[in-house]
């Protein structure tokens, strides 16, 4: 039948904080794709799909035509997404003109497993649940009362007696009847912020319109940071990366889409994709937040690296990643060398310090007298850091950014500039880099076996190392001096890095990063 989906994405996600600061709620990461992309894939190809935008509206009209340009979609902007007057019923009734046929709507944070009919006939969605064994809390959601497989009652919050949980996914056959019924509410009390598709359908109900139950076993709520939390861990899979509140990347089957809040990040990113040519994927499409490369078949270096491969590995990067370059301005590049060393450093660790309420001491780390950051740094020769070879680079050259493909490796998620530089950077902090990685990586973070305790200036902190990860370690030890540099320097650019990482992830990850980087600096500058 000939009929249209209603995704609703205008509101702010203001239950979900600092997660939907930067980033429209229907973006955010489940697994591999944002929500909003679980529920399109929901439908056929053929249905035309109309979006509510308002709040940081741009993002959805760029994501949705960049990884669906075969797909139809009808925005319809929403002006008053917040305060007096704005509520999910609102910003329903702005697609009112697009909607004079049959539709289904679906809540941007409401995924479910199970097939999703057509509106043949009005029907709600309900969740079907084990009262007594499930997690969810009840209290937070309107309920359903079914008869004879009838919706004949919508019950309020924390009503005992149901059958199903309303999930905000309805398919609407009598349409004219649901605006006819909208618009009355809303004209009634157009100030109103809590006017919903409930109230509708309440109204519906008691006027006689029969609405089927259509039950799903298979539910996940995206509304809340408990909710969210829940619906990443059942629907993503293997796929774990360390989440960036401004920034996301979403994998499809032949191609990769990356998202930056901050525009220039991406502009920034693209230009480099061009001096690194062949090394990265192709671009096949920019937008201001968005950029979409083709997918690179093969296997991620996280996984296959070993001390069979590994010096293999790093002259391929030698050969053909770190090549000298030349700098119209030599002082230029030095000095962005040093903003991007000591000046970025003073700035990352002020916002660390800010964020978790911290004044800079000294401790005792894993045994070791280590003075405050200030007299370490104070001994950091950031002249001479900075005093570099201006060499290609790659930028965030660790493992899990690297894909070994038949030819050689494939480098992903590149660094927009170095200190403002695009056309050059430092080789040192590409090793440096890859130093860190050797020993902190995406796996063992993500499964938290890391060790950070606190009391008073006493600090413990330790980290489980892979037995592979700390070959390749010493093979890269030796490659770097086999190349005649300067070990010690990687490892005080290895030492700053932790430090700069460490007001960028999560608790207690952050407070691990700020303290080990803390005594691997001292112990560095002591060698």
Request: proline share 4%; charged share 25%; net charge neutral.
């Amino acid at each position: 039948m000939n009929y249209k989906v209603l995704i609703t994405t205008s509101g702010t996600g203001s239950r979900l904080g600092e997660a939907t600061k930067f980033i429209n709620k229907a973006l955010l990461r489940i697994g591999k794709k944002p929500a909003i992309s679980h529920i399109i894939e929901s439908y056929p190809k053929e249905v035309p799909i109309v979006i509510t935008v308002g709040y940081l509206a741009d993002q959805i009209k760029e994501f949705l035509p960049l990884a669906y340009p075969n797909r139809k979609f009808e925005f319809v902007e929403v002006k008053k997404y917040e305060g007096d007057g704005s509520s999910l019923g609102f910003s329903m009734l702005q697609a009112e003109n697009n909607l004079q046929c049959p539709f289904v709507f679906h809540c941007c944070d409401t995924l479910v497993n199970e097939k999703i009919p057509e509106p043949e006939i009005n029907w709600l969605g309900g969740y079907v649940v084990d009262k007594s064994k499930t997690d969810i809390d009840l209290s937070q959601y309107r309920t359903h009362k079914i008869i004879n497989g009838k919706v004949v009652e919508l019950k309020e919050k924390g009503d005992p007696d149901f059958e199903s949980i309303h999930i905000g996914l309805i398919g609407i056959n009598d349409y004219a009847v649901f605006w006819k019924t909208l618009n009355e509410i809303y004209s009634a009390d157009p100030l109103n912020t809590s006017h919903s598709d409930v109230h509708v359908l309440d109204k519906m109900i008691n006027s006689g319109i029969n609405f089927s139950l259509i039950p799903y076993h298979d539910w996940y709520d995206t509304g809340t940071p408990t909710a969210l939390n829940i619906a990443r861990q059942a629907l993503g899979g293997n796929f774990q990366i360390l989440d960036k509140v401004d920034e996301s990347i979403f994998i499809f089957d032949d191609f990769v889409i990356k998202f930056f809040a901050n525009p220039k990040m991406v502009s920034d990113r693209v230009k480099r994709a061009e001096i690194l040519k062949n090394l990265v994927p192709k671009i096949q499409g920019v937008t201001d937040h968005f950029y979409r490369y083709e997918y690179v078949e093969g296997d991620l270096y996280a996984r296959v690296a070993n001390p069979k491969n590994f010096l293999e590995f790093l002259e391929w990067a030698n050969n053909n990643l770190w090549l000298k370059k030349e700098v119209k301005n030599r002082l230029e590049f030095n000095n962005a060398c040093y903003n991007f060393y000591y000046t970025k450093t003073k700035e990352r660790i002020g916002k660390f310090m800010t964020a978790n309420s911290l004044l800079d001491s000294t401790n005792v780390i894993n045994g070791e007298p280590v003075p405050t950051l200030e007299v370490i740094l104070s001994k950091v020769n950031f002249k001479w850091l900075s005093e570099t070879e201006p060499y290609n680079f790659h930028g965030d050259f660790i493992l899990d950014n690297i894909i070994k493909i038949k030819n050689g490796y494939s480098l992903l998620d590149w660094r927009q500039d170095f200190g403002g530089m695009i056309e050059a950077g430092d080789k040192y902090y590409d090793l440096g880099k890859l130093n860190h990685n050797l020993s902190v990586n995406h796996d063992i973070i993500n499964d938290n076996k890391f060790l950070i305790k606190i009391d008073g200036d006493k600090v413990s902190c330790d980290i489980t190392r892979v037995e592979n990860l700390v070959a390749c370690q010493k093979i890269l030890e030796k490659f770097v001096k086999d190349q005649g540099l300067d070990w010690k320097r990687v490892n005080i650019i290895t030492g700053i890095i932790w430090l700069n990482m460490s007001p960028l992830h999560h608790y207690p990850f952050n407070l691990f990063l700020y303290y080990f980087g803390k005594l691997k600096l001292w112990k560095t500058l002591n060698q």
